[in-house]
Nanobody, 124 residues
Framework: QVQLVESGGGLVQAGGSLRLSCAAS????????MAWFRQAPGKEREFLAT????????YYGDSVKGRFTISRENAKNTMYLQMYSLKPEDTAVYYC?????????????????WGQGTQVTVSS
């Protein structure tokens, strides 16, 4: 079993930056592909970025490409999402997720483990 805990969310002004962390415990996620999603009020959960187990392959959703960077530090069992040039429309609850295979993915149903989410609010 894997437990995922997100942190680093908060309130930031438009144009600002935040770095989210996703700490895994219970079992190493060394061999697991992982991803970040978000869900804004009244909207469906949206894929943001995914990373392979080794970190050598990443893929981004169109809405965050060029502004967000996904990375991982397997020695610390932690994944990150560095967010730049934040916009009010980035306001949402951000979730990390882990698969049980090495590759990343973009679809929710491919991820077995989910964190509880961290709120990011971007003011205009």
């Amino acid at each position: 079993q894997v437990q995922l805990v997100e942190s680093g969310g908060g309130l930031v002004q438009a144009g600002g930056s935040l770095r989210l962390s996703c700490a895994a415990s219970g079992r190493t996620v060394l061999r697991y592909g992982m991803a970040w999603f978000r869900q804004a009020p009244g909207k469906e959960r949206e894929f943001l970025a995914t990373i392979s187990a080794t970190g050598d392959t990443t893929y981004y959703g169109d809405s965050v490409k060029g502004r967000f960077t996904i990375s991982r530090e397997n020695a610390k069992n932690t994944m990150y999402l560095q967010m730049y040039s934040l916009k009010p429309e980035d306001t949402a609850v951000y979730y990390c997720a882990a698969r049980t295979v090495v590759g990343g993915a973009t679809q929710e149903y491919l991820f077995r483990y989910w964190g509880q989410g961290t709120q990011v609010t971007v003011s205009s």
